[in-house]
């Protein structure tokens, strides 16, 4: 009863949540929102789904074929219900659960209507005991009648007759397809036995899986149903705020885009980067002045250089070291000034008139007058904000309110979810092998026994046949080759006798074996696989688990729903949401979750915005004085457009000198050092050393310019972008921006009321939408994504394999392969006994002649003889395996005398003798030898009889 109250209270917990999750969107869902909102709801998803254990497949390895076989077999003989239509389950707990005076009334009272109900397996086990006992039975009369030298016994002749050889190759062959047949049952027993030990050993471990994948599960939808009602709703309530809270700016910037009176900020941010123009300009004016310096200054000193160093290179011409560097430096080319510097004309005067134009400008305030229509537009945010301030926090109260109902929700599925302790189940998986895995050991070595006895006995059989067919025949000598027919005669009569005796013992486990798989497969399997067709679930279902369930679900749900365990699974199976399982839309119905507006008064608080939001000022507004529109005419035409910085832009800060002059000065100072080293030159090298100091001084001022040019590059960057305004030239600029200023002033002047209305109702309108798109996130979730019953339903089916399909199948197929093995070994003892005697002699077919024995000589009726009757010496073959026959002789025909061919040959071979001489056509001549105590008289005298 435990584990059926916990099964109510899981099934209870899931009804109280409605939402357990599976498997999470894959996307993180966004709400964008266009017009006059751009707030987005980004909802966190649900967390991701636990890597589930349980695994419902099953892999039969390679015995698929046998289950069916015994499962249809088991379908044939037993009736669809379990229980007679005059019981029901209640009964039988009644009973069960009274004395045992109970227990014998009962059975005497209903045994007829059980055994009929279950005539099929009762008939089966019958038959198999009636089997354990007959076929011993059958074998002792067998081994009697063999004792007293019957039943094939001992051969009647041992040479073979006509047919003999046919007979031993049709019986072998009959019977070696029953004893192919029987290999199979054989290699079936030994893996089904193996299977269900191994499938016993795994049912706790996939049971403790299914647990904890339940435990996981439940677990898993807590945390869903908490971020779906309470951590999305915090995130939808947080938008709401942002939108309450930035309502004047949002409604206000949208009435700037529709009109273009955003126009206005731009023109704002012109007037107020005047001031960053103006730097700008006296940068570039200081650097171009500070670039002219030091062009001058750069380029009288190269001059002075080439002709100082001209002359010294020329007074050590003599020297290989300055004719050499002559030779590699030109230096009226090399040591000059790069084109671009030389060219270009760094005196900008006008520069300095528009750096006193913006001055002026500057000092006349128009960047505060441009503010002033900035500033017009910007209280528009102040006058909204003031009307909405006494709604914004009712809203907000509303929306909280909202939250709090949502989180008791959340906080009663929580409750209730943490009230399925899987844990507690999970505690008692261990005690299953603790109670069964000693009797499942014994089982397992119990049937490893049955098999290896059939096994052996099977291994009789096959080497019966294998001797038997492939052997010779039997030696008549001590020492002969044991590889013969009669080794298989004595194989074929083992497995006779092995399979009388064992067969009792063998057969009633196998019954036992079937009793027990045939109830387990019927009661257990069957209703656990198929509890909508399954009587005895649907008594108990009815008796038991329907009230339960009615009181445990209604009574927490306050419902009147009817509920069935049959159907709760087969919707389970059919991976529905418990939603839709537990029919919670006739309890809860989620879709009463978009009358939010009437049941928390939200609606009624954000439609009043409607009424609140109403600018009728607008039509007075003006954004440009006509005084601020004329200096920015003014500004636009001025000569800051026409100004061109491109040619400062491509100087290259690298190549102020044709050459690096660091390098030409290394290698001036190399030349110096080879210079002192001759006498005759000596003297110049001071002067050497003079120019390459002096030129280093070039080299400071080239690097001051490189800087400088750096700088100035970096400023005429920052003018373009400052003045243009993403616009070709700051006239087109202001021009634009006038226009879009001046018609954004008529539209507002003239429609703004009627505007600043309809953008309020578009705001309502969104606003709500956001908190419907959150109702439909929650309506959707729960009846269509949230809640699938697919884990639960794996979880429960791999149980299912773990007993039905991985214990039960393979025991049902043990028993069936034992039994298949003795219903073939039945015939294989008829056909085993046919062959021994068949394979026990010695001699082939001799003949027609020798077919024919001689009448058996009258004995007195009063003469017995005790034990076995020794077959007449007459009765012998004349030779055996070991001696071969002799060879016809010319015109003997198929015929030959016996005596005569014998009677010369005692130096080659053993003497022979006959105990007929009648059969002799010709007597022999002279004295034949012979072994006591046989007396041979020598030849009769003609005509004596």
Known sequence: MMAVNTALLLVFACGLSAALSTDPPEEMTALTLDAVLEHQVIYENFPPAPEYKSDASFDPRGMEHVYLLVNTFLDLIQRNNVLPTNLNTSQIVKTLSGNPDDMISFLAAHWQDILLQ?????????????????????????????????????????????????????????????????????????????????????????????????????????????????????????????????????????????TEAIAIDDLANVVSGLGKVKINLNSILSDTRTLGDKVNQLRDGLSRSQKDLFSALQECNSNTACANFLQEYDLDKDLAMAEEFINIE?????????????????????????????????????????????????????????????????????????????AVLQKDIPEIDNHTLEFVKYRYYIGLGMASLVLLILFCFIMGLFYGMCGRRPGGYYGDDCCNRGTGANYLISGVYL??????????????????????????????????????????????LQPRLHDVLNGALDGKNRYSAASLLEKCHANETIYSILKLDKTYNISTMTDWRTNYGIGEYIENLRNKIQLEELTQITLLSPETSTDLQELAESNISDMNFSNFTTLLENEITKIDLSNFIDRLKDLKDQVYRFDSTRAIAPKLENEALWLGTMNKVVEEMELVVQHLKETVNDLEENSKFNHSSMREAIHSLLNQTNRATEIIQKDGPELISSLTDQYVTETVEIIDDYVDRVINAIQNEVGYCAPLST????????????????????????????????????????????????????????????????????????????????????????????????????????????WGREAAQPPRYTSNPALAQNPPTGEYERPPPYYYPGPQPSGSK
């Open 118 to 258: 279950h005539i099929g397996v009762l008939t089966i086990a019958i038959f198999g005991l009636l089997l354990a006992v007959t076929i011993p039975t059958i074998g002792f009369f067998v081994c009697c009648c063999r004792c007293c030298g019957k039943c094939g016994a001992y051969p009647k002749t041992h040479y073979d007759k006509k047919s003999d050889s046919c007979k031993r190759l049709s019986l072998g062959i009959l019977l070696s397809f029953f004893v192919i047949a029987a290999v199979f049952g054989t290699v079936s027993a030994f893996v089904t036995n193996q299977y269900t030990y191994s499938g016993w050993n795994g049912v706790a471990k996939k049971m403790d899986d299914s647990l904890e994948d339940a435990g996981g599960y439940f677990e898993h939808a807590g945390e869903s149903i908490e971020v779906l009602l309470v951590t999305n709703f915090a995130e939808m309530e947080e938008v709401i705020g942002d939108i309450l809270d930035d309502s004047g700016p949002i409604l206000k910037k949208r009435l700037a885009d529709i």
């Open 795 to 902: 979880s429960y089916n791999a149980t299912v394999v773990a007993i039905c399909h991985e214990v039960v199948d393979p025991l049902n197929g043990f028993w069936a392969s034992i039994g298949w093995c003795f219903l073939l070994f039945i015939p294989c003892i008829a056909l085993s006994i046919s062959l021994i005697s068949l394979y026990r002699k010695c001699e082939p077919y001799p003949g027609p002649l020798l077919e024919t024995q001689p009448a058996p000589v009258e004995r007195d009726k009063n003469s017995r003889r005790k034990g076995h009757t020794r077959n007449a010496s007459g009765y012998l073959p004349e030779y055996t395996h070991a001696r071969p026959a002799p060879q016809l002789q010319v015109g003997q025909g198929r015929f030959r005398d016996i005596a005569p061919s014998n």
């Open 499 to 544: 399979t009388f005796l064992f067969s009792f013992v063998l057969l009633v486990l196998t019954t036992a074996h079937f009793l027990i798989g045939a109830a387990v497969e019927k009661v257990i399997c069957q209703t656990l696989k198929h509890p909508q067709k399954s009587d005895i679930f649907g008594q108990f279902d009815r008796q038991f």
């Open 346 to 422: 760094f005196d900008m005067p006008e520069v300095t008139d528009i750096l006193s134009y913006i001055s002026k400008l500057i000092e006349s305030d128009i960047e505060e007058k441009v503010k002033n229509g900035k500033g017009k537009m910007d209280s528009l945010e102040g006058e909204i904000e003031v009307k909405i301030e006494d709604i914004k926090p009712k809203i907000k109260s509303e929306v909280r309110a909202m939250g709090q109902q949502l989180e008791k929700q959340n906080n009663e599925i929580q409750s209730a979810l943490q009230e399925i302790d899987v």
